[in-house]
């Protein structure tokens, strides 16, 4: 497949294009930092676009995460030494990118800006955007901090509940701890609500989208899901009455809503705290249909599971590495009309191929190493 050697049976093509799906979208939402001339109605999609990519890579991280979490916890021999197994196998597959693409941009803010970025030192603990927003540098990082303290906190808690009650059915830990996790953080948000006043979207987004104390609920979106999912809960004759219901909420959420013009001022408390929690429900109901979904071995189901594979290589590369770069060697905040599509095109000809070679020669070898 493109030179990478993918087992199509180990695979759920479903999950597959939902991440394609995601990935494109975080592309095409970062891709408005080119230029403020692309047309009102492109610029428009961009605006909306990035917050359900993320989303969707949060709910599908959390189901796939949570498969595992539930089958550790569920084991007789269940133990620190068995979370510490399971975490390292996550690192192998996420942090030797993280701090490859993470020295890449140091390297390029120095060149740019002949100076360290500010506390650096947080990245390496993923601290960054803990109780407040990261700084601009690296500022895509975000989203990987929300995931790994929901790695850790989860299956810590878990741990700790089944030795203090040892008779406890496991599974209903599981789906406790998870349950515990979204009413925590949904209180997170109510205080946010209730003790500051927002003037933006811009705002709403730097101050709580963007911020691990109030989004590691969306993780467990995931969790709870896969727990419906495997005990049967979700009959099989409800997914596809459910993934038509998310898309349409997905729809409501992210273009009625902002097409009426309702703005954070007149709706804070909507989209303070309950927006997000709305966008993990609608994307877990698309799961159980997609997960029985199944293509053809063609053309088209190489290109979804390719770009499904490198994802996380376009994530980390697309924006603060690749897009900055090409901002400071070729400026194009004037570019208009053709010029501007052919920057674009380009640009994400550049994300695409330096992604592919990133997974392929890089995260896909260390990867491996983990078995």
Known sequence: MFGLKVDLSKRYPGLDLARAIAIALVLFSHTLWISDFYSSSISYLMQLSGTIGVEIFFVISGFLIGKIVLKLVEDENFSFSTILFFLKRRWFRTLPNYYLILVMNVL????????????LYLYFFYLQNLTTTSPDFYRISWSLAVEQFSYIVGPILLLITVTIIPNIKRH??????????????????????????????FEWNETLRKVSIYRLDAIYYGFILYYLYAKNYIKESWYK??????????????????SIGIQIQSAQTFFTVFYLPLNSIAICALIPFLMQVRFKENFFLRIVTTLSLISYSIYLLHYSIILHAMKVLFPSEQLVGASLYGYTLLYWFLVLISSYVLYRFFEKPITDLRD
């Not at 803010?109 to 360290?116: A, T």
């Not at 009455?241 to 729809?251: D, K, N, P």
Request: overall charge negative; proline content about 2%.
């Open 241 to 258: 009455v459910l993934f038509y219901f998310g898309i349409v909420c997905i729809l409501i959420l992210h273009v009625f809503l902002f």
């Open 108 to 119: 390029l803010w120095f060149l740019i800006y002949d100076e360290i970025p500010e506390k």
């Open 172 to 201: 209903a830990a599981f789906l406790g701890i998870s349950v515990l996790m979204l009413f925590l953080f949904f209180s997170s948000r109510i205080y946010f609500n209730s003790t500051k006043e927002l003037a933006s979207f």
